[in-house]
């Protein structure tokens, strides 16, 4: 778990590292390289944000809250008020 919150950074990095190569062979300018890649660390940290919820959604979910401690079952409203009836 402790390695997934570096996720989002890592994937940023790689992203900026790869960006930075291609600018460099394309020969772009300072300024629009900069720019390119404020924009490309941006939206790849929102990704790697994303990736890492949806990773730690599938990998870990909560338990059910339909069990009590004990193990038994509580009711829900529609059971009880089926009981009720």
Same mark, same amino acid.
């Given at each position: %778990?402790?390695? &997934?919150? *570096? $996720?989002? =950074?890592? #994937? %940023? *990095? %790689? ?7 291609? /600018?460099? *062979? ?7 390289? *900069?720019?390119? $890649?404020? !924009? !490309? &660390? ?8 994303? +990736?890492? +919820?949806?990773? =730690? ?8 809250? /339909? ?6 079952? #509580? +009711?829900? /409203?529609? @059971? @009880?008020?089926?009981?009720? @009836?």
């Amino acid at each position: %778990m402790k390695k &997934l919150r *570096l $996720l989002p =950074i890592i #994937v %940023m *990095l %790689m992203a900026g590292l790869i960006t930075c190569i291609i /600018s460099f *062979l394309k020969h772009y300018d300072n300024i629009d390289a *900069l720019t390119i $890649l404020f !924009v !490309v &660390l941006v939206m790849f940290y929102i990704i790697g944000h994303i +990736a890492r +919820a949806i990773i =730690i959604k599938v990998c870990f979910p909560k338990e059910e809250e /339909s069990e009590s401690e004990d193990g038994e079952e #509580v +009711a829900t /409203s529609e @059971e @009880e008020e089926n009981l009720q @009836e």
